[in-house]
């Protein structure tokens, strides 16, 4: 269900600029001969978009002109970023399941407060591998590191009715709490044939469009904002300069198909399934993975992903306490909070 938010189209399309050029900067890392740990890139990533580091870094779009820019309307919008370390008790610690990130999506309004919101998502990153050791990564190289009894225990977590209800905002509960966050270098890091395959996925034309337009079939009943969202994905389609997104947000239904075809079911004796690959990723953009940028814009902030379930923002946020009735606790490392604040707050 999407929330009722005061972001006007101007203020969605800074956003995700600004979290573009995270992107960029992440994304980067993994073009430059290095092969950074997923720990590394999710640090980095946190530390390009905290607001108390948004001085030290070198972002393209940095917080400060963000801020500037929101500020320039006269019904202005104020964003903040926020990333705190998590540590926990040595009780939680040992039988502590984590995951990378966790991102709360606080939303303010405060001329029609009853649309305030919060939403919370759980990620677990991540990194693409150059499987030939060539110079240059391929589209069938692969996500070594992913895990299938990782993904289970997702899977089982995810069907846990208390993490979606509640009560006080039953139309934001949606139930998508649990998502990977794929780390993918820039395209030019590619081989000639996979920047080719890689451009004809990332470009929403065609049958793309039609695709998400049918993922999305309330983009037409929910207001302006989401007509917005069309608008920009059509500008973006046509747009020779457009982003290359290499930090891909995937929902885990498409992997639970892929990986767990029965279900609970005892599987047959089949041969070991090949680790997930980037043209995997790449051909669902739009439909089961979206750029980090416009999850967090469109998704988040449009109340159509992520959780506002007591518990699982709880859990998001880090609380030892959520955890101790779990037999195996997922709990974040790092917890980044997007504050988007409308008007002023008033006594």
Same mark, same amino acid.
């Given at each position: ?10 203020? #969605? ?14 994304? @980067? ?28 870094? !070198?972002?393209? =779009? ?22 705190? @370390? ?47 050791? +060539?110079?240059? =990564?391929?589209? !069938?190289?692969?996500? %070594? ?22 009560? #006080? +905002? ?41 695709? =998400?337009?049918?993922? +999305? ?10 007509? #917005?969202? #069309? ?5 973006? @389609? ?12 995937? %929902? ?6 892929? =990986? ?15 680790? !997930? ?71």
């Amino acid at each position: 269900m999407f929330a009722h938010n005061s972001l006007t189209p101007r203020d #969605a399309k800074l956003l995700v600029r600004y979290f573009d050029g995270a992107d960029d900067v992440v994304s @980067a890392r993994l073009t430059r001969g290095f092969s950074p740990h997923e720990d590394h890139l999710t640090s980095l990533l946190c530390e390009m978009l905290d607001d108390n580091l948004s001085a030290l870094n !070198t972002l393209p =779009y940095p917080l400060p002109k963000l801020k500037e820019d929101l500020a320039a309307d006269k019904r202005s919008l104020r964003a903040s970023l926020q990333i705190e @370390a998590r540590k926990y008790p040595p009780h939680i610690e040992r039988r502590l399941t984590s995951s990378d990130l966790g991102i709360i999506v606080d939303y303010r309004d405060n001329f029609t407060p009853r649309n305030s919101f919060q939403k919370g998502a759980l990620f677990q990153a991540k990194k693409l591998y150059n499987q030939r050791n +060539h110079e240059r =990564y391929s589209i !069938t190289d692969c996500f %070594d590191e992913f895990d299938p009894d990782q993904l289970r225990r997702m899977l089982d977590m995810a069907t846990d009715p208390s993490l979606n209800a509640d009560p #006080a +905002h039953p139309e934001h509960s949606g139930g998508d709490l649990f998502h990977y966050l794929f780390y993918c270098p820039r395209v030019e890091a590619y081989d000639e044939p996979s920047q080719e395959e890689l451009w004809h996925h990332v470009i929403p034309a065609g049958n793309c469009l039609l695709r =998400y337009w049918h993922h +999305h079939p309330m983009w037409f009943a929910e207001g302006p904002l989401c007509l #917005a969202e #069309a608008h920009h994905l059509h500008e973006f @389609a046509s747009d020779p300069s457009r982003h290359f997104p290499g930090l891909i947000v995937s %929902d885990i239904g498409w992997l639970e198909s892929e =990986y767990f075809p029965n279900g609970n079911q005892p599987a047959p004796p089949m041969p070991r399934k090949p680790k !997930t690959r980037a043209r995997d990723v790449y051909e669902r953009l739009w439909a089961h993975t979206d750029p980090l940028s416009w999850f967090l814009v469109y998704g988040m902030l449009m109340g159509r992903c992520g959780s506002s379930g007591r518990r699982a923002l709880a859990l998001v946020m880090g609380n030892p306490d959520a955890a101790t009735q779990m037999d195996f606790p997922i709990l974040p490392r790092y917890v980044m909070t997007v504050r988007v604040e409308v008007g002023t707050q008033r006594g």
